[in-house]
């Protein structure tokens, strides 16, 4: 471990620059999706952080931040309304999962259908249902 307020290895990550950070930072500036949110919780996994990836990953959690900001709810919040389940997989054959460019997801007192209106009225992200609360959002095909 590299930072003095880690109490694990998985408490921290190193990005394909070299440089350390915690998992709990915001992926982009005021969001609350984290780096836990989207990294593997195996070790060995997050060494295959390549700059593709991390860059997928930011431009994802950028669109979701885009479209959480415009929100009603956005500014009272105190802790995070996302419940993320799935982000990169390094371990999946398909592409969006292995390449960071999709994540599975549910927001706090917002529906599927809730979430694939406001998301596609907003952002450019692709969106699909797969339960009543959760959604899978991904990176549009370049």
């Not at 998992?23 to 997050?46: H, M």
């Amino acid at each position: 471990m590299q930072l003095p307020y880690s109490m694990n290895e998985l408490d921290e990550f190193v990005t394909p620059q070299g440089e350390v950070y915690y998992t709990l930072r915001s992926i982009v500036f005021d969001s609350w999706l984290t780096w836990k949110d989207a990294l593997p919780d195996v070790l060995e996994q997050r060494d295959l952080l390549d700059q593709d990836i991390y860059e997928n990953i930011v431009s994802l959690a950028s669109s979701l931040q885009t479209f959480h900001q415009g929100l009603a709810d956005y500014r009272p919040l105190t802790s995070t309304p996302f419940k993320v389940t799935r982000w990169w997989d390094p371990t999946e054959r398909d592409e969006r999962w292995n390449q960071g460019k999709a994540c599975l997801f549910s927001l706090k007192d917002y529906t599927a259908t809730d979430l694939v209106r406001l998301i596609q009225k907003r952002t450019e992200l692709a969106v699909t249902p797969v339960s009543r609360r959760y959604v899978e959002a991904y990176l549009p095909d370049e």
